[in-house]
């Protein structure tokens, strides 16, 4: 009972740092906001040195800082981070249009300065993507399938739809390197015929290479260190891009499914990104992301999950609970066919989110649009919006070396908690559906709002 009332557990709250986590809250105290909000003319940085491939083979230009289109930019930050304190003083927010959704519950750290954040990024908030570049490696990404929100934000950016779409790129806020690196995967590394042809080289090249193309063609790279800058990617080779020359990358912000802290997970820097499974052909919310409102007493299933047995905490899973007869907790390696996946899924109480090879999965957002409360069991995973959302108020965390004592702990969740997290889920819904083009506080505009807040906090 203990490990379920209590806040999530600290292996995942521990691990986002105090001003992520206590943005909205403490906005007035974080030391970077303690500065004045005044813009004042910074020095020129020294140029970051490029990667070892752009030094070969491009001459990486010294930063020629455009200071009053620099200063416009800060300025435009600074008003922002003003408004938001002020919404958390005042308690109130401030919109220059009338807002369809406000934020309100439990489930958000602090839904005012949620509500004004959003409302000042889609004020204000611009993204310039590089053109450079030839398909399949870049411009290019999945839209289906498993590592299908790589490819829907990519074309999402790219459709020239977006309201946050800079029309130049001395307007952005934050600048896009569009390359996919499940792309570069399947059309550089196949065929994979022996270990050395898993080594990372060749990714760490073309990565290095584009990168080295953007700085050398413009001062944006340079002037900021790539602290500006960011990628965004669900395979689960997509944290090592940066690995070969870890100085160089240390500002860049990673978008990434994959957002393991003992991996080199960064949550000061780095976003975490929802991973969701696309079936082909679709947009928007698919038979995978379509809810499911079959109210509690309908749901005869105290715990469900399905999949592959790989990871070791999948393994311990399928060795405590596979082969059990017991009909409250069901636990498969295989089903049939999809509709029975997603039955059982809209069926159950609970449904069982463990980690597999990597920390993500798409479960809990299949769990939370079939208004099954998610249970999360995992290590070291840095949860999709945990600066806004406090996943403790609408999921279950058992700790991964008490997965035996699983039955006994969902049985131990009160009626009346379960009624709540149950109503939380389906409250938090809209924040995890795709929808094309992208809407207020849905997905993509949360991905969004990630790298936003991660803007707010550089100051160039």
């Known amino acids: 009972m203990a490990v379920v009332e209590q806040k999530m557990s600290c292996h995942v709250l521990t691990l986002v740092p105090i001003f992520l986590l206590l943005v909205y809250a403490l906005f007035a105290v974080s030391p970077f906001i303690d500065r004045k909000l005044s813009v004042t003319k910074s020095s020129t940085a020294a140029p970051t040195a490029a990667p070892p491939s752009a030094a070969a083979g491009v001459t990486v230009l010294h930063s020629r800082r455009n200071a009053s289109g620099v200063e416009r930019i800060e300025e435009e930050l600074a008003r922002a981070r003003a408004a938001i304190r002020e919404a958390i003083r005042s308690r109130s927010y401030r919109s220059y249009k009338e807002e369809g959704f406000v934020p309100r519950g439990a489930v958000y750290r602090n839904p005012i300065a949620f509500q004004q954040s959003h409302i000042e990024m889609v004020k204000r908030f611009k993204v310039w993507t590089y053109k450079e570049g030839e398909r399949p490696l870049v411009h290019r990404a999945p839209m289906n399938n498993i590592y299908s929100i790589e490819g829907q934000f990519l074309d999402e950016m790219e459709s020239g739809k977006s309201p946050f779409r800079a029309r130049t790129p001395d307007e952005a806020h934050v600048f896009y390197l569009p390359f996919s690196v499940a792309s570069i995967i399947h059309f550089i590394y196949q065929p994979i015929l022996s270990k050395k042809d898993y080594d990372r080289g060749r990714l760490h090249r073309i990565v290095d290479d584009y990168v080295g193309v953007v700085a050398g063609k413009y001062p944006y790279w340079n002037r900021s260190g790539g602290a500006d800058h960011f990628m965004v990617s669900c395979h689960d080779w997509a944290p090592e891009v940066s690995t070969a020359n870890p100085k160089f990358y240390s500002k860049f912000i990673r978008v990434l499914c994959n957002a393991n802290t003992s991996e080199g997970f960064r949550p000061s820097r780095d976003a975490s990104l929802p991973e969701l499974y696309l079936q082909y052909g679709q947009l928007g919310p698919t038979p995978t992301q379509s809810r499911s409102d079959r109210p509690p007493s309908n749901r005869t299933i105290l715990a469900f999950f399905s999949g592959g047995a790989h990871g070791y905490i999948r393994r311990l899973l399928f060795d405590h609970w596979k082969n059990q007869t017991d009909p409250q907790v069901q636990v498969f390696e295989h089903l049939p066919n999809r509709a029975i996946y997603t039955a059982k899924m809209g069926s159950s109480k609970f449904c069982l989110c463990p980690s597999g090879y990597e920390v993500a999965s798409p479960r809990i957002v299949e769990a939370i649009n079939h208004g099954c409360v998610p249970v999360l069991i995992s290590a070291n995973y840095s949860l999709p919006f945990a600066e806004v959302l406090d996943w ?57 709002h990630s790298l936003w807040l991660r803007r707010l906090n550089v100051r160039l």
């Open 392 to 448: 403790s108020e609408f999921t279950v965390s058992v700790p991964v070396e008490r997965i035996g004592e699983m039955k006994e702990i969902l049985e131990g969740v009160s009626e009346e908690r379960y009624l709540e997290m149950y109503e939380r889920v389906k409250g938090v819904r809209r924040h995890f559906v795709l929808n094309r083009p992208a809407k207020a506080y849905d997905l993509l505009h949360m991905v969004l």
